[in-house]
């Protein structure tokens, strides 16, 4: 049955509870009893020893003229009332007794009168996803070693890159998180191909992340300078390649996905995975950095010392 369910402190909240002893005592923490202070058809169910138990008091009881005549101790639920039967609180009567109860209340004594102090109820404020922001060459897709550099404006050089799968997998788990938004922030070429085939290949293996998440800076070009917004300190980045992390922190966190032919140079000293983890290992990792404001980012930081060259495009 639904009932509006009373704790001290706490603002009401609507819940179901089993029309039997046990689930009842258990709400309210001992034996029950049932008053019945209003003229609607409610009972206002509590612990019959609540205030020999010294349970924390809770809410106060108003005659019709406002006068205090009782302070409930513990937790207490107010239900419905059908022929001398518990029933479902009706949904007006849910509502109004949300909005008489919605304050916590402390109790002073006043000249030898006890006085309700209703108190300030906070709002919970939105929580905004943490943005994660996926590299693709070296990272979601394996890198493909490569003879010239004239081989990467070749036709379907990276609509044929194979999948990082385990990291694919990753990427669609924390996609599928509330507490995330996932962007995929690669470079491209000045390449008539490069960004029609990046484009096919997400398509094929991350069909989630839709065009408006999928930011493709030009090579050369600093990624955080894409960012809708402009890179904050909660952002994080996913990718292979050092300089690229180096550039994003601070002030965002970086996060190196170890490939397993980068990271010879040791010049990132910061939070670092591995693709040969699994998936939900990766997912849990990503999102244990992406979630703290407090990674230590000394390295990130300290003025990176450029590694040679990499071939890998970002």
């Not at 694919?168 to 922030?185: C, G």
């Not at 992340?209 to 600093?222: M, N, V, W």
């Not at 955080?224 to 292979?240: A, E, H, S, Y």
């Amino acid at each position: 049955m639904k009932v509006l369910m009373v704790e001290p402190g706490k603002v009401p909240y609507e819940t179901d509870l089993a029309n039997d002893l046990k689930p009842m005592q258990k709400a309210v923490g001992g034996t029950i009893e049932c008053v019945y202070p209003y003229t609607e058809p409610v009972g206002l169910v509590c612990n019959d020893e609540g205030k020999l138990l010294g349970l924390p008091l809770n809410r106060a009881v108003f005659n019709d003229n406002g006068q205090l005549v009782d302070i409930i101790s513990g937790n207490f639920f107010i239900v419905g009332l059908e022929d001398e039967d518990f029933t479902d609180l009706p949904e007006h009567l849910m509502q109004k007794y949300m909005e008489q109860f919605r304050q916590p209340e402390k109790f002073i004594n006043l000249d030898g009168k006890i006085v309700a102090l209703k108190m300030p109820v906070e709002e919970p404020q939105p929580i905004e996803p943490r943005r994660i922001f996926v590299d693709m060459d070296g990272t979601l897709a394996k890198f493909n070693p490569i003879a010239e550099i004239e081989d990467l404006y070749e036709q379907g050089y990276f609509a044929s890159l194979e999948p990082q799968q385990n990291v694919v997998d990753a990427v669609n788990l924390l996609n599928q998180d509330p507490r995330f938004e996932i962007y995929i922030l690669s470079s491209v070429l000045d390449s008539k191909y490069a960004l029609q085939e990046k484009n096919q290949w997400l398509d094929a293996h991350l069909p989630q992340i839709d065009a408006a998440h999928r930011l493709f800076p030009a090579y050369g070009e600093t990624k955080q300078t894409v960012i809708p917004n402009g890179l904050q300190p909660t952002d994080t980045l996913l990718d292979d390649y050092s300089l690229n992390l180096h550039a994003w922190c601070p002030p965002g966190q970086a996060i190196k996905l170890m490939n397993g032919i980068n990271g010879n140079n040791g010049t990132w000293q910061g939070a670092r995975v591995y693709h040969t983890d699994a998936p939900e290992l990766l997912a849990a990792e990503i999102s244990e950095h992406a979630l703290s404001q407090e990674m230590a980012q000394d390295a990130a930081i300290q003025e990176a010392a450029l590694q040679p060259p990499e071939v890998l495009m970002g």
